[in-house]
Nanobody
Framework: QVQLVESGGGLVQAGGSLRVSCAAS????????MGWFRQAPGKERESVAA????????YYADSVKGRFTISRDNAKNTVYLQMNSLKPEDTAVYYC????????????????WGQGTQVTVSS
């Protein structure tokens, strides 16, 4: 069982930056693929970024490529999402998730989910 707790969300102006973090419990964090997803009001949850258990693979949605960076620190059981050049359309609740497969880009590939953190980008 893995418990995930996101932090770092908030309100930022368009063009600004924000880093959200996800702290995981458990000793098997390093074996899990980790992903960030987001859900805006009235929209489906969408994949944002993912990193494999060994950090040898990363994935980014086209909408965030070049602006967002996912990283993980297995010693700290933490995964990060650095968000730069934020746009109002990035406004959403951001969720981190863990995949026992070690890698995944779709929500169904993830087994554990955090409670989410709100990111709001004002224009």
């Amino acid at each position: 069982q893995v418990q995930l707790v996101e932090s770092g969300g908030g309100l930022v102006q368009a063009g600004g930056s924000l880093r959200v973090s996800c702290a995981a419990s458990g000793r098997t964090f390093s074996t899990y693929g980790m992903g960030w997803f987001r859900q805006a009001p009235g929209k489906e949850r969408e994949s944002v970024a993912a990193v494999s258990w060994s950090s040898d693979r990363t994935y980014y949605a086209d909408s965030v490529k070049g602006r967002f960076t996912i990283s993980r620190d297995n010693a700290k059981n933490t995964v990060y999402l650095q968000m730069n050049s934020l746009k109002p359309e990035d406004t959403a609740v951001y969720y981190c998730a863990a995949s026992r497969r070690g890698w995944g880009t779709f929500p169904y590939e993830y087994d554990y989910w955090g409670q989410g953190t709100q990111v709001t980008v004002s224009s």
